[in-house]
């Protein structure tokens, strides 16, 4: 599986929009892009996952560049519920049996 | 929605017990995983479990774990004699079959244990 570098730790204010970047620049053609997240102590959340195109769901939006070398994690409306380790993670497969390797992620701190 | 749940939440035990770590995995899962968390670093994987048997295992995995899965529901992770630096908070998880759009990986709250 690809390498990622995310920054370790960023900072948000409460209802302003976190952009949690992610370098991929090793990925190959068939491995997608996913986001968890950490909150405390909790087991890991999946949030949104990718290939080539921009993705949105009810958590999150994921932008995707054209060269698929790096992404964006973006949560339009960060809450003090979002304050967590925020994991970038390539991978093989979109479904089915694929082990993850987590790196050390960037932490999120939502302040109000 | 679909919960993969962990028992206990906490467990204290001896160096040099047995311990038994206890999931749920989510009914129509087919794939099954251990990860482990030491206090302050990465999540990481142990091993994975498919089709009654294990698929994939780390360096971690070493004879003193094995995996069961006794009965269909349950998924357990045991811990022949336990050290020191087995303290870690464990993670199970479960994933659906090849064909699905979304991702289905879900992890359960997992287990602290402490090891003394």
């Known amino acids: 599986d690809a390498k990622t570098t995310q920054p370790p730790s960023m900072d948000c204010a409460e209802g302003r929009a976190a952009n949690l970047p992610c370098n991929h620049s090793?990925?190959?053609?068939?491995?997608?892009v996913y986001w968890y997240r950490q909150i405390h102590s909790q087991g890991p959340q999946y949030i949104i996952h990718?290939?080539?195109n921009n993705e949105t769901n009810e958590m999150a939006s994921l932008i995707i560049t054209e060269d698929r070398k790096s992404s964006t994690l973006i949560l339009p409306h960060a809450t003090l519920r979002d304050t967590a380790v925020y994991y970038c993670?390539?991978?093989?497969?979109?479904?089915?049996?694929?082990?993850?390797?987590f790196g050390a992620g960037t932490r999120l701190a939502v302040h109000p | 929605e679909p919960e993969v749940t962990q028992t206990p939440s906490h467990q204290v035990t001896q160096m040099g017990q047995e311990v038994i770590l206890r999931c749920v995995p989510i009914?129509?899962?087919?794939?099954f995983y251990w990860y482990r968390q030491i206090l302050g670093q990465k999540v990481e994987f142990l091993v994975s479990?498919?089709?009654?048997?294990?698929?994939?295992k780390s360096e971690i995995f070493d004879d003193q774990f094995s995996v069961e899965r006794p009965d269909g529901s349950n998924f357990t992770l045991k811990i022949r004699s336990t050290k020191l630096e087995d303290s870690a908070m464990y993670f199970c998880?479960?994933?659906?079959?090849?064909?699905?759009?979304?991702?289905?990986?879900?992890f359960g709250s997992g287990t602290r244990l402490t090891v003394v």
């Open positions: 993670i390539v991978r093989l497969f979109s479904g089915g049996y694929n082990k993850l390797i």
């Open positions: 990718g290939l080539k």
């Open positions: 090793t990925i190959s053609g068939n491995e997608y």
């Open positions: 009914s129509n899962h087919l794939y």
């Open positions: 998880a479960s994933s659906p079959g090849l064909v699905i759009r979304s991702d289905g990986y879900t």
């Open positions: 479990f498919y089709n009654n048997e294990i698929s994939e």
